[in-house]
């Protein structure tokens, strides 16, 4: 079947919801509205108010009672109408879901799922635009997802539900209206499962989310200018799939990250750190990172798209890695950018 990655979400809510009477989902305006981009649509008629909860516009509690429902034994799906008020949830995924299975003495797992949408493309501005990913790469406990497709958005969610962990859904905000082919008896997705999306041989490019799909236009692009990029859709960002990394990068030799975070505290940090300590004397080069600027976002189309990698950006760093020169890390064309951080 043909659908988006919204309506994937959608399949897979309903699929678990009837797989195992312990699902349920809640949120603001999941329930009669259908959720803000129609993830939940449908589900309340379906399943019942007591399955698909309508909640008061208050994110720390919805996540704390999606923390005790899961100690209590259930598998609460949480959605947050966006990831920037994530922040205000802090101390309920960081010191309670996160903690909790180590504090029981490994006896109380707390399968919740958070879901919430994220990321640049509609010139939002500072408080609905921002990557959320990066401040959770140092919390142990928990897992973070990222989808870039239907199938995977449809296996991810399947398999972030049926995981005894806290996990962090990240979905991307342009990506909702993503078309593709689902196949619904599609298997769960292990978490930390990396997928090759392209195969090359001359430069690996490890991506994400709305990154990778820019990732995967630039590397098909370069193939014009005999350049053969192997492109790394990472899926779960926390843990990551380092093996897949490194095997790939025995192939090539070259390595870049893509990521719409700001540059310092990335993901792609994490990524070249494994693979230089692993695989230095397999590096032909300097790895590179591509990322946002350190900047808050504002809410001028022009500026924003300015401050994220393009496609364009992606085959000039391309372009440079395959040249064997890496330039200064940082800002979107690999070279320092102004913050606005006083100094």
Known sequence: MTTTVSGALREALKLAMKQDSSVFVMGEDVGAYGGIYNVTRGLMKEFGELRVLDTPMAEITIVGAGVGSAVAGMRPVVELMYADFIPITMDQIINNA???????????????????????????????????????????GLKVVMPSNPQDAFGLLLGSIRDNNPVLFLEHKLLYGEKGELDPDAQPINLSEAKICKVGSDLTVVSCGLMLRRALQAAEEMEQEAISVEVIDLRTIKPFDAETVCESLGKTGLLMTVEENPYEGGWGALVVDTVVSQMFYDLKAPPLRIASTDTPLPAAPSLEGAMVPSVADIKSAIRRSDNGSSGSPGGVSGSRKTSTIRK
């Open 98 to 140: 996160a903690k909790y299975y180590y504090l029981s003495g490994c006896k109380t797992p707390v399968p919740l799922v958070i879901r919430a949408n994220f990321g640049t493309g509609k010139a939002e501005g500072a408080h609905q635009s921002q990557t959320a990913e990066g401040w959770f790469m140092n919390i142990p």
